[in-house]
């Protein structure tokens, strides 16, 4: 197993490097053990292999691969800027003496017809991927020096050509033309595809630094924008607070004035008295909402979580916009099973406010005949699993054009369709209604079609229902049992 990477690497770049260390350690002990056996199995299989100077390459390998081990895990204790050169260094020479390994089981396996010979193919794309272009070249360089000088000292005697019974041929072996045919082709196979491989992580390398640039900037974006979130909301909590006093001043003074002269005054100044008082309780609508969405917004303390029965809840909101709907010729209808009972968790209080606001808008937006829909019914959201409760208050007025649905819960957004059918408005309620919602576990979604109504639905987490009461017995009746019991218990 390749040791684990020690956290004291902290950067991408450590971590990878360490990483790339750790495996080419844990693949060289898979090497030793792939020439032991190699060196077993010829033994059984080939006369006269040479067995001995396998296994002392074997053991040579294994001794330097457990010093690898132990610089490795002094190294990764280390910190600071030096880190990283040396683990890079140490890669470097590790891949070295690879090669010269390797350069040795070629001379034992065959020389210019070892099999062993491909495996310089991957240790150039090893380099190629993890290490520097300029490293890759010159472990091309050394592949081609190095093979060839093997060759030539084989050809001219200097080393002797090991030969392999039925696997290798003495006269390839000695024939110099055959040797510059194999040397020309397979060098320049290398050749090319330590180009092609450069290529390509040059490419990956631009692009991993670019999308570093990237991901930088898209941090800082979202620190400012973070950053701008927080004095905004500061701001609007500060400048409702602000603001409320002197309205409040302003009300009761008026309210005194009418209270003094209001018998005296004359009509026209009644009328704009009157308007003065709507303009002042619209001002102070709109900085309850600010203050309510900056307590959203910074996060404030959840009441206490109750189990609250939604059926009862929007029962009580339909019955309080009764006498409002009736005004304006529109149906309020309840669309669920009586004594169909939906149990959530929460705060009930801003529960209220959710569907408050939701059915308030139905009955503001909708045109006279119309019906306001609400429905409930247990499901999950878009095919989940998991037990929902869900609310829909669906109404048949002026719609939403579609480009401006994703707008519709930003706050100070008024479609150009409510601005034109009321002047009513802050532009804050489905703000604060998305907060309440997502702070209860939940989530809103809207569905809208312009001159035809609107349908939002509100999906809360469902809360098993509770158990019912304990039928009182009195004392020296016999408890029932089988269906009879099960009646009794049901019907309590």
Known sequence: MPPTVPAAFRTPMESATLARLAWLIAMRWIFVLGIVLGAALGARLLPGF?????????????GFNALLHVLYVRIAGLNGPRKQPIVTSLIQLQILADWLVLLVLIHYTGGVESPLLHFFIFHLALSAVFLSPGFTVFALLFIATATSLLFAAETHGLLTPVVLPGLTSPEKQHSALYILHFCFWYFSTLAVMTLLLGAVMRGLRRREQEALRIRRRLEEVNQELTRSGVERIRLMHTMGHELRSPLAAAQSMLSALDLSQGQDLPPAVRTIHQRIRERLKGLTGLIGELLELAEQRRGAPLQAQRRIELAQLLQGLLEDHAERAREQGLELRAEWTAGREAWVGGDPERLRRVFENLISNAVKYSRPGGVVHVGLEPGAPSGGEARWVRVAVRDEGIGIAPDQLPRLFQEFYR???????????????????????????GRIEVASVLEQGSTFE???????????????????????????????????
Do not use: N
Request: aromatic letters at 4%.
């Open 415 to 441: 479609t150009p369709q409510s601005r034109r059918h009321t002047t009513q408005g802050t532009g804050l309620g489905l703000a604060i209604t998305k907060d309440l919602v997502e702070a209860a576990g």
């Open 458 to 492: 509100v999906w809360l987490p469902a809360l098993p229902d509770p158990a019912p009461a304990p039928a009182h017995r009195p004392a020296g009746v016999p408890e029932r049992s089988g269906a009879a019991s099960g009646w009794a218990a049901g019907s309590a």
């Open 50 to 62: 040479h067995v001995w100077p396998m296994l002392l390459l074997a053991a040579c390998t294994a």
